[in-house]
């Protein structure tokens, strides 16, 4: 199935991909500019969570509820989304410039990359990140640094992230080296490749491990 966060329709529509057809259905309505969708299989039917532009928050939709629950509270630009084994969900409040934890077993939320309120390009700092990847066996974040025109890896616990894509200064551009703009970045947890959205540039860049330039598997500058 293929979830996908219609905004400006304000839903949340799901697509079978063993069909022809391209009709989808409504799991979830009037939910004010949905962002990111993270879809947890873990159970007898899948759980929703969503971000969302207003009110500043994550929404976790439980299949035949009546009504969403809302987790974490002002979470401005509420973007990226991921949740790890133990049901923690990682979000970036972009312009916050921060992504944080919150635990359900604790009530508690804590920053785990970047600093709340500060644009910078050092290494501990973010600016307007948006995209989120999880690696769920170490535990480590890949953030993707939007208007640092990177992509920052952050180890579990670790105080600053380390540049695996981009510029570490935060300079972007359209060469092999460089990003720009990037919105989202995926991990393939068997071969370690970095997939990203280049936005600016409109493409698609692939990083293979340990590599400092990406190659373009779609889309190109100005395309």
Same mark, same amino acid.
């Given at each position: 199935?293929?979830?996908?966060?219609?905004?400006?329709?304000?839903?949340?529509?799901?697509?079978?991909?063993?069909?022809?057809?391209?009709?989808?259905?409504?799991?979830?309505?009037?939910?004010?500019?949905?962002?990111?969708?993270?879809? #947890?299989?873990?159970?007898? *039917?899948?759980? %929703?969570?969503?971000?969302?532009?207003?009110?500043?928050?994550?929404?976790?939709?439980?299949?035949?509820?009546?009504? @969403?629950?809302?987790?974490?509270?002002?979470?401005?630009?509420? @973007?990226?989304?991921?949740?790890?084994?133990?049901?923690? +969900?990682?979000?970036?409040?972009?312009? %916050?410039?921060?992504?944080?934890?919150?635990?359900?077993?604790?009530?508690?939320?804590?920053?785990?990359?970047?600093?709340?309120?500060?644009?910078?390009?050092?290494?501990?700092?973010?600016?307007?990140? *948006?995209?989120?990847?999880? #690696?769920?066996?170490?535990?480590? +974040?890949?953030?993707?640094?939007?208007?640092?025109?990177?992509?920052?890896?952050?180890?579990?616990?670790?105080? *600053?992230?380390?540049?695996?894509?981009? @510029?570490?200064?935060?300079?972007?551009?359209? #060469?092999?080296?460089? %990003?720009?703009?990037?919105? #989202?970045?995926?991990?393939?947890? *068997?071969?370690?490749?970095?997939?990203?959205?280049?936005?600016?540039?409109?493409? +698609?860049?692939?990083? %293979?491990?340990?590599?400092?330039?990406?190659?373009?598997?779609?889309?190109?500058?100005?395309?």
């Amino acid at each position: 199935m293929l979830y996908v966060a219609d905004n400006n329709n304000n839903r949340i529509q799901v697509f079978s991909l063993n069909q022809s057809s391209n009709i989808g259905t409504t799991v979830v309505s009037f939910v004010a500019g949905p962002q990111r969708i993270y879809v #947890d299989t873990d159970g007898n *039917e899948p759980t %929703l969570y969503v971000t969302a532009v207003y009110p500043y928050c994550v929404l976790k939709y439980v299949k035949g509820a009546s009504v @969403s629950v809302k987790i974490g509270d002002s979470l401005f630009g509420c @973007s990226g989304i991921s949740i790890d084994n133990e049901k923690n +969900i990682y979000v970036v409040a972009s312009y %916050l410039h921060i992504v944080q934890k919150y635990s359900p077993l604790t009530n508690s939320t804590t920053i785990i990359a970047g600093q709340r309120g500060v644009i910078n390009s050092t290494s501990k700092h973010l600016n307007t990140p *948006e995209g989120i990847y999880l #690696d769920q066996t170490s535990g480590a +974040i890949y953030v993707a640094d939007t208007y640092n025109a990177r992509i920052q890896k952050w180890l579990k616990d670790a105080q *600053e992230g380390i540049t695996v894509a981009g @510029s570490s200064e935060g300079f972007g551009g359209g #060469d092999a080296a460089s %990003l720009l703009g990037p919105k #989202d970045v995926f991990v393939d947890k *068997e071969t370690n490749v970095v997939y990203i959205i280049d936005s600016f540039n409109n493409r +698609i860049q692939r990083y %293979l491990p340990n590599a400092t330039k990406g190659d373009t598997i779609a889309g190109g500058f100005g395309r």
